[in-house]
Every structure is written in structure tokens, then in C-alpha cells.
């Protein structure tokens, strides 16, 4: 990552609907954020029924990814955007925490959507999130969706993983995880140890499943709201 703005903030948020019908918001929302002031990069994500990718869809809750010129504009648009008006007025459930970053590598849809965030030290203890985002290849996604399984059930067990969600931007093959864990240690128990996740990297990397892929880490601070009935970060 280049390092141009110390400012510079990246976002999640994930908002669950009552109904169906908040699909709808997936194509009026895009015009809106197009607009929205200081916004560098957003992608909108339905969101899975697993902790990693998966084929099942929850089609009531979405999510936003999202990385702003400076705090005061996710401030802004917080206070002033129609979108996060909705979210108050007509959210089941709704969370959101703000990312500094540590480290990222890779791209997404062609650029890296990171590249003016200046990385923060990596010392002291604390939670960690990470963003993982895959463009899987027409021709693998059989086998990839074939490991996902085993993945999903070591996430299940997995000390220190605080909250996980697979998300998609495409139907299938444009996949992404978001998730939180107690502290780098435990990403690296994750990361490392898992036998499941590392067969699969062993396999993406062997039979090149990815067209594209992004990874990054970050320090979550400011959660606000509820995950499923609770904040995780607390």
C-alpha cells in the first residue's frame, strides 16, 4: 500500500431487513453512493447463510464495504445520507465498525481499493479484522465450493474467531469474507494450523483457482450495534 493520507478510514457495515423486499436497496442505493461525498471505493455484498462463502443466501441482510477520503466524510454520511436514514428507520438488526489499516495485498475489480490507506504498527494486543474478496475462475468453482464446507465447520470451532460472514458482489463467482478475531494470534491459529484452510490454499494456489483476490487486515474500533444479537467486539 502506498501511503497517502493518514485520514484515510475504510467501513463495514451489515444491515438484516425484516423482508425480502430490502433487495430492492441493492439497486437504489448504488446512485446514491456513487454520490456520496468523499467516498473512495464501496462495493454492496448480499450476504451468505455460512461463516465463509457459501451457495446458501440470506436474502434480508446486506452489506457495505466501504473506504472514505476522511472520518468526517463517513461522519457526513452517517448523519445526512438517505441510506443510513433507512437504516435506522427500517432495520431488523444493523452493525458497523471502522477499520484502520495494517496490511492488504491484491486487488479488487482491478485496483487496489486500499492503496491510499497508511498502514498503522501491527503492535499491541486487541481484536483483528479481516477482509478476504475472491474472483474464482468459471472452471473451479465446482471444486471451490466443494471445500467450502469443511472450511465453514473449522471456522464453527475456531477459538478466537469472534464473528465471520461470507458475502458475494456476483452470484457464485465473486466471493468475499469479513471477519473478526480476538487478536493476530488467533489469525494465525486460523491461517496456518487449520488442516482445512491450508489444503485449500494448497489447492488455490496449485490449480490457480483465482482470477483475482484481495486480502487485508485491519484494527476495528467505533462497532456500534448488534451482530446476530450481540456486538462481537465486545
Given amino acids: 500500500m502506498t501511503a497517502t493520507s493518514t485520514s484515510t478510514i475504510a467501513s463495514f457495515h451489515l444491515i438484516r431487513y425484516d423482508s425480502v423486499a430490502a433487495m430492492k436497496h441493492m439497486a437504489f442505493d448504488r446512485p446514491l453512493l456513487r454520490g456520496a461525498?468523499?467516498?473512495l471505493f464501496w462495493r454492496l455484498l448480499g450476504t451468505g447463510q455460512g461463516r465463509s462463502m457459501s451457495l446458501g443466501a440470506d436474502l434480508r441482510r446486506w452489506a457495505l464495504f466501504a473506504v472514505w477520503r476522511g472520518e468526517d466524510d463517513?461522519?457526513?454520511?452517517?448523519?445526512?445520507s438517505p441510506i443510513a436514514a433507512r437504516w435506522r428507520a427500517e432495520a431488523a438488526e444493523s452493525w458497523?465498525?471502522?477499520?484502520?489499516?495494517?496490511?492488504?495485498?491484491?486487488a479488487?475489480?482491478?485496483?487496489?481499493?486500499?492503496?491510499?490507506?497508511t498502514p498503522r504498527p501491527a503492535g499491541g494486543a486487541g481484536p483483528v479484522a479481516v477482509l478476504t474478496r475472491a474472483s474464482i475462475r468459471p472452471g473451479r468453482l465446482i471444486a471451490?465450493?466443494?471445500?467450502?464446507?469443511?472450511?465453514?465447520?473449522?471456522?464453527?470451532?475456531?477459538d478466537g474467531c469472534l464473528a465471520?460472514?461470507?458475502?458475494?458482489?456476483?452470484p457464485l463467482a465473486r466471493q468475499a469474507t469479513f471477519s473478526l478475531w480476538r487478536d493476530r494470534e488467533a489469525v494465525r491459529a486460523f491461517a496456518y494450523q487449520g488442516a482445512a484452510h491450508q489444503k485449500v490454499i494448497q489447492r488455490v494456489r496449485a490449480h490457480d483457482w483465482y482470477a483475482e483476490e484481495l486480502f487485508a487486515r485491519f484494527t476495528p474500533y467505533a462497532g456500534e450495534g448488534t451482530w446476530d444479537g450481540a456486538d462481537p467486539l465486545r
Fill in 37 to 39: 461525498g468523499g467516498l
Fill in 74 to 80: 463517513l461522519e457526513e454520511f452517517l448523519r445526512a
Fill in 96 to 106: 458497523q465498525v471502522r477499520l484502520a489499516p495494517l496490511a492488504s495485498r491484491g
Fill in 108 to 117: 479488487w475489480a482491478g485496483r487496489d481499493p486500499l492503496g491510499g490507506l
Fill in 144 to 158: 471451490f465450493y466443494r471445500s467450502v464446507p469443511p472450511v465453514d465447520e473449522l471456522l464453527r470451532r475456531q
Fill in 164 to 170: 465471520s460472514i461470507g458475502m458475494g458482489e456476483w
